[in-house]
């Protein structure tokens, strides 16, 4: 189970933190990624990292201003947003699958777990 927090109400230019709690005891052996959706759109990747932490890929449009990490002990990942645009508005999911590989994972439907979603709102 994946409980996604940390969204909000921020100006542009702001930051936020996201976090993705996992309950069990398999976190460290699952691919993590973020997801969002706006209104009216499709689910999007965002940004997504391999099991160790050690690798990790973005989109094109959050590259360099978001940043992914987890903290296994904490079965918990993360997703840093910093220099917030109004296109970054939506709902943000966390999901993973289990992996033992070093890749990572952009596909959403190549994801087993999703949490419930936490909005982001970016105002102009």
């Known amino acids: 189970q994946l409980q996604a927090s940390g969204g909000g109400l921020v100006q542009a230019g702001g930051s936020l933190r996201l976090s993705c709690a996992a309950s069990?005891?398999?976190?460290?052996?699952?691919?993590m990624g973020w997801f969002r959706q706006a209104p009216g759109k499709e689910r999007e990747f965002v940004a997504t990292i391999n099991w160790s932490g050690s690798g990790t890929a973005y989109s094109e449009s959050v590259k360099g201003r978001f940043t992914i990490s987890r903290d296994n002990a904490k079965n918990t990942v993360y997703l840093q947003m910093n220099s917030l645009k109004p296109e970054d508005t939506a709902v943000y999911y966390c999901?993973?699958?289990?992996?033992?590989?070093?890749?990572?994972?952009?596909?959403?439907?190549?994801?087993?777990?999703w949490g419930q979603g936490t909005e982001v709102t970016v105002s102009s």
């Open positions: 069990g005891r398999t976190f460290s052996s699952h691919v």
């Open positions: 999901a993973g699958r289990p992996s033992t590989d070093w890749g990572v994972e952009m596909s959403r439907r190549a994801y087993d777990y």
